[in-house]
């Protein structure tokens, strides 16, 4: 695949609060004069009282545009790529407003409603016009409504992404969700891989209810062929990616997995983590993922992880979380009664500082619970290595440290702690409870 690496804008361009995006395709040399789009967007935009650009980007074949309405704010940019897909990433790149809203150039998508896209955009980064639900509506054939109904549940359901309408390109973005991500797609199925992206680094999706007719000036059939060919040709990567431990919610689906042993495995590690941390006071959580756990963690409790999407699905747990390194954890000495470190300290080398750091940060006499596979039961071993045939390129590769009971009962032994709790799951994961009982 071919890397575009995105361009800095210049230094000089004063910050804006919006950019918008319109497209303008081959296909649609039939549009009504885009002169009074234009003039229609301008008068919503400019009484909403922000800083805006219009950017309208066309393909090197369309005609001269006509953008007098409102030249000083307006920009016509070249798209050096192909497609529907093209034209968004090279507006995406030229783009200079902390939001960025797309919209179509045929007025099916009234510059009207995005003043409720902009009243939305504290409660989410990527804001959809829906179509799909309640209180939305599309005025299309039946033919068409069908099709897109039914393409839209298949990626819903396929993709387990809580969203109705994954085809529509009524958006508002916030730039931070399209900084740094390149798509590899220069068709519709743009679309879904913006969505599939920004659930994988943990960016929150809302969907307000938008009213759709499409503009007469264009005909639906080129487009809507087009979406389904893209939306099919690409669905497996995009299942890959939404599966993959790279999505930023895969601990919190992981609870609910359609596959047994995945689920039993996650509640049984809640069930015995949380048991373990009852009753101690607040949680230092050491490595938390996105896991449910920190929904369970008790007032006065911090979350930690070094994986920025991770906490940024985090947030819907209603903990406090921080970005920081095990290595050097931004607390003071014995702060916590109880610290946590589920499913870590497999990933990192023995010789780092993170065991220290997590005796540092406990009081004397308080717990540690300590979560890792326990390398010396068969169980384990065997499990990781079916695994690793199932999944290549899972978590059996990212295990370089490999711990056994008493490898961690010596260890802390040495460290002035006191084992009070054992428990496994299937005899392969091992929980620990530890006491500290010196400075």
Request: charged letters at 25%; hydrophobic letters at 40%.
């Amino acid at each position: 695949m071919q890397k575009h690496e995105p361009e800095e804008l210049p230094d000089s361009r004063p910050p804006l609060d919006l950019s918008v995006v319109i497209p303008v395709l081959d296909q649609e040399t039939t549009l009504p004069p885009l002169a009074d789009v234009l003039s229609r967007l301008r008068g919503v935009l400019d009484a909403m009282g922000i800083s805006y650009e219009v950017l309208v980007v066309a393909q090197s074949t369309v005609p001269a545009i006509d953008v007098d309405a409102g030249a000083d704010k307006v920009r016509v940019v070249r798209q050096d790529r192909p497609g529907y897909g093209g034209a968004l990433l090279r507006g995406f790149r030229d783009a200079a407003g902390a939001y960025i809203l797309t919209m179509d150039a045929d007025l099916s998508h009234p510059p009207t409603f995005i003043r409720a896209m902009w009243d939305a955009r504290m409660s989410a980064e990527v804001v959809i016009a829906s179509r799909y639900v309640p209180g939305g509506r599309a005025a299309m054939p039946r033919t068409r409504y069908a099709l897109s109904r039914a393409l839209n549940v298949f990626f819903r359901r396929g993709l387990s992404l809580r969203l109705n309408d994954l085809s529509s390109g009524f958006r508002l973005y916030k730039a931070a969700v399209i900084g740094g991500q390149e798509y590899a797609a220069l068709d519709f199925d743009i679309l879904q891989r913006i969505l599939v992206q920004a659930y994988a680094q943990g960016w929150r999706i809302r969907e307000v209810p938008f009213t759709y007719e499409p503009s007469r000036h264009v005909r639906s059939r080129g487009r809507l062929i087009g979406v389904t060919r893209a939306y099919l040709g690409t669905f497996w990567e995009l299942w890959k990616l939404r599966n993959s431990i790279l999505a930023a919610d895969y601990d919190d689906r992981a609870h609910d997995s359609p596959i047994w042993l995945q689920r039993y495995w996650q509640r049984q590690r809640h069930k015995h983590v949380t048991d373990l941390i009852a009753g101690q006071g607040p949680v230092l959580d050491v490595g938390c993922g996105s896991s449910r756990i920190i929904a369970a963690l008790p007032r006065g409790s911090v979350a930690m992880d070094i994986l920025l999407r991770k906490l940024r699905h985090a947030r819907k747990f209603g903990r406090p979380v921080v970005q920081a390194s095990g290595f050097q954890l931004p607390v003071r000495d014995a702060s916590f009664p109880c610290v946590l470190c589920s499913q870590v300290i497999e990933h990192v080398p023995k010789e780092s500082p993170i065991l220290d750091e997590l005796c540092r940060a406990l009081k004397p006499g308080g717990r540690l619970v300590l979560g890792t596979p326990d390398y010396a039961n068969w169980q384990w071993v065997w499990m990781e290595k079916a695994y690793k045939y199932a999944a290549p390129g899972g978590y059996a590769d990212e295990h370089i440290a490999h711990y056994t009971l008493d490898e961690l009962r010596d260890l802390f032994t040495r460290r002035g702690f006191v084992v009070e709790d054992i428990r496994y799951i299937l005899q392969g994961e091992l929980i620990l409870a530890l006491r500290k009982t010196s400075a």
